[in-house]
């Protein structure tokens, strides 16, 4: 079992920057990809960003290319996403998830409670 709680969820206007984090409690981090996902209000869950378990690859959605960046440290078991240049339809509740990284195709089965992200325009 993995655990993951996120942190860093506020109301920002939009232009500003958000910072946030995925922290493992337990300490089992290393050999799990990571990725954000979030869900506004009405929407479909949608991905975010992915980073691989030692950091070397990392993806993201068309939507927030070029302004997000995602990073992580194996060593405090921690994952952060950094939004830059908010816009309004960034606003919604993101969630932090967990995947095994040895076996092809596997789900995002670990994911925390997630933390709101309002960018008032």
């Known amino acids: 079992q993995v655990q993951l709680v996120e942190s860093g969820g506020r109301l920002v206007h939009a232009g500003g920057p958000l910072k946030l984090s995925c922290t493992a409690p337990?300490?089992?981090?290393?050999?799990?990809?990571i990725a954000w996902f979030r869900q506004a209000p009405g929407q479909e869950r949608e991905f975010v960003a992915s980073i691989t378990w030692t950091g070397a690859t990392t993806d993201f959605a068309d939507p927030v290319e070029g302004r997000f960046t995602i990073s992580r440290d194996n060593a405090k078991n921690t994952a952060n996403l950094q939004m830059n240049s908010l816009k309004p339809e960034d606003t919604a509740v993101y969630y932090c998830?967990?995947?095994?990284?040895?076996?092809?195709?596997?789900?995002?089965?670990?994911w925390g409670q997630g933390t709101q992200v309002t960018v008032l325009s």
């Open positions: 998830a967990a995947r095994w990284a040895f076996r092809e195709g596997s789900d995002y089965d670990y």
């Open positions: 337990g300490g089992t981090f290393s050999h799990y990809d």
